[in-house]
């Protein structure tokens, strides 16, 4: 799964793409694109707790982390997400303006999608959010490529 359309096996024994470090058996041309559409997610307020110097996740967290699982699985359940850097879009349809930053919003989705879309969220290189506003149905439009677009 990387950006590099020509890719070079510099290790065959292990097959490892020169270029991200991808194993062969997991390695996706450029174009290789994962679309999800996910609930809105709960505050990062609500989502991280705090307790005798310990971060943690709150219940409100690991359910919708659940959530995503569920809807990764449903989608997906053949992928085991990406290893190598992917360029996320987050489309957030929303029934109201926040009155948070977005900021808050991608921190909690790139964290509910880490372990199903992608091993680690280090490996997003580019991230493109966009917010509407459309009161009949909130959700967010997920859309996850190898490399970068």
Same mark, same amino acid.
């Given at each position: 799964?990387?950006?590099?359309?020509?890719?070079?096996?510099?290790?065959?024994?292990?097959?490892?793409?020169?270029?991200?470090?991808?194993?062969?058996?997991?390695?996706?041309?450029?174009?290789?694109?994962?679309?999800?559409? !996910?609930?809105?997610?709960?505050?990062?307020?609500?989502?991280?707790?705090?307790?005798?110097?310990?971060?943690?996740?709150?219940?409100?967290?690991?359910?919708?982390?659940?959530?995503?699982?569920?809807?990764?699985?449903?989608?997906?359940?053949?992928?085991?997400?990406?290893?190598?850097?992917?360029?996320?879009? !987050?489309?957030?349809?929303?029934?109201?303006?926040?009155?948070?930053?977005?900021?808050?919003?991608?921190?909690? !989705?790139?964290?509910?999608?880490?372990?199903?879309?992608?091993?680690?969220?280090?490996?997003?290189?580019?991230?493109?959010?966009?917010?509407?506003?459309?009161?009949?149905?909130?959700?967010?439009?997920?859309?996850?490529?190898?490399?970068?677009?």
């Amino acid at each position: 799964m990387c950006e590099h359309v020509d890719v070079v096996w510099h290790n065959k024994t292990r097959g490892t793409c020169k270029s991200c470090g991808a194993t062969k058996r997991r390695h996706a041309p450029p174009e290789y694109r994962v679309r999800l559409e !996910l609930p809105i997610p709960p505050s990062a307020n609500v989502y991280w707790r705090h307790d005798r110097g310990v971060t943690h996740l709150s219940k409100a967290a690991k359910d919708y982390k659940e959530q995503v699982g569920w809807a990764w699985m449903a989608d997906h359940a053949a992928s085991q997400g990406f290893d190598c850097p992917v360029s996320v879009t !987050l489309t957030c349809y929303m029934k109201y303006p926040r009155k948070g930053d977005l900021s808050n919003l991608e921190k909690v !989705l790139l964290d509910s999608l880490q372990g199903y879309a992608f091993q680690d969220d280090n490996l997003v290189h580019e991230l493109h959010m966009f917010p509407r506003y459309e009161k009949g149905r909130p959700r967010v439009e997920v859309s996850i490529q190898a490399g970068r677009s």
